[in-house]
């Protein structure tokens, strides 16, 4: 039996062999990038043990990966779709570096999609907005969550935690917004806001 880590949007922790809605192939059976096999250990005895651990969820994120990252995000060349790309990729690994761990990422519905979820150190269940901005012309990145946009999130995380494949042990849900200022040639300065929403 094994688990499927992936970098790619969605994470299955399959605990059968051969998973009917397995998530680990996409684009007509191209293998998705960063997907590793790792050996499934044996159950724990406590049920509260169950839960996802870190090695189980997405580990691909480094403390050092956040300055080539801001590297990246410092580059004018890139476009307004990419710099949204670098910075939720800077977030996640942000986030990972404060003890976070990644359990799903771009996951979509028919309500929106959700940027990141993760679980904190604390158990909380963690529903993430991320909002890229070069500078403040037309505002904070975090003035670009709107009512709409909220409420967008929460139905999408009402279908998020109704699927079955998202089972995780957890003590609260928690809905954050990490805005990133990404300024030309200077470090992204990160703003993670919790209970945002």
């Known amino acids: 039996m094994d688990?499927?880590?992936?970098?790619?949007?969605?994470?299955?922790?399959?605990?059968r062999a051969n998973h009917p809605r397995?998530?680990?192939?996409?684009d007509g059976g191209l293998p998705r990038p960063g997907t590793a096999r790792i050996p499934e250990s044996p159950p724990p005895a406590d049920p509260q043990a169950?839960?996802?651990c870190p090695d189980r969820v997405r580990d691909d994120f480094r403390p050092d990966d956040l300055d080539a990252l801001g590297e990246r995000l410092a580059d004018v060349s890139c476009s307004p779709k990419e710099l949204g790309a670098l910075g939720e990729h800077y977030a996640a690994a942000w986030l990972t570096a404060a003890g976070f761990a990644v359990l799903d990422r771009n996951w979509r519905c028919r309500y929106g999609e959700l940027d990141?979820?993760?679980?904190?150190?604390?158990?909380?269940?963690?529903?993430v907005e991320v909002k890229t901005r070069r500078g403040r012309r037309y505002?904070?990145?975090q003035e670009a969550v709107t009512m709409?946009?909220?409420n967008s999130l929460r139905a999408s995380a009402v279908q998020w935690l109704a699927d079955p494949h998202h089972r995780v042990a957890h003590r609260s849900v928690r809905?954050?917004?990490?805005?990133i200022l990404a300024a030309a040639?200077?470090?992204?300065?990160v703003r993670h806001i919790m209970g945002a929403c």
Do not use: M, N, Q
């Open 50 to 52: 169950a839960a996802p």
């Open 148 to 150: 709409r946009k909220r």
């Open 3 to 15: 688990t499927y880590i992936s970098a790619a949007p969605t994470v299955t922790c399959s605990t």
């Open 139 to 141: 505002g904070s990145p």
């Open 22 to 26: 397995s998530t680990d192939r996409f």
């Open 116 to 127: 990141i979820v993760a679980l904190s150190p604390e158990r909380s269940l963690v529903f």
């Open 185 to 189: 040639g200077r470090t992204p300065v």
């Open 175 to 179: 809905f954050d917004v990490v805005a």
